[in-house]
Nanobody, 119 residues
Framework: QVQLVESGGGLVQAGGSLRLSCAAS????????MGWYHQVPGKQRELVAS???????NYADSVKGRFTISRDNAKKAVYLQMNSLKPEDTAVYYC?????????????WGRGTQVTVSS
């Protein structure tokens, strides 16, 4: 069974930084896209940033220039460096990955990590 486990969330003041990490485990033959979404209560989950297996990145307009996504294919991990954090970045952040596991290609999600930015 494939699992994604996030870490690195927490409470930070506006202008501060946090680094989120997510590692995949289980029977994995290939990892395609990886990324981060966030969700606030009452709203849909939204894409923050994504990265292909080749390293191409995509960012939400609201985080461009402040957040950087990266991945380590050997460690089956994806990271999100968040700088110049704003109160509106407060949300639960979910790791996402499209993985070819034991039988098929499927989308997997972590349980989420809370990021709270105080003003």
């Amino acid at each position: 069974q494939v699992q994604l486990v996030e870490s690195g969330g927490g409470l930070v003041q506006a202008g501060g930084s946090l680094r989120l990490s997510c590692a995949a485990s289980g029977i994995i033959f290939r990892i395609d896209d990886m990324g981060w979404y966030h969700q606030v209560p009452g709203k849909q989950r939204e894409l923050v940033a994504s990265i292909t297996s080749g390293g191409n990145t995509n960012y939400a307009d609201s985080v461009k220039g402040r957040f950087t996504i990266s991945r380590d294919n050997a460690k089956k991990a994806v990271y999100l460096q968040m700088n110049s954090l704003k109160p509106e970045d407060t949300a639960v952040y979910y790791c996402y990955s499209r993985i070819y596991g034991l039988t098929s290609l499927a989308d997997y999600w972590g349980r989420g990590t809370q990021v709270t930015v105080s003003s």
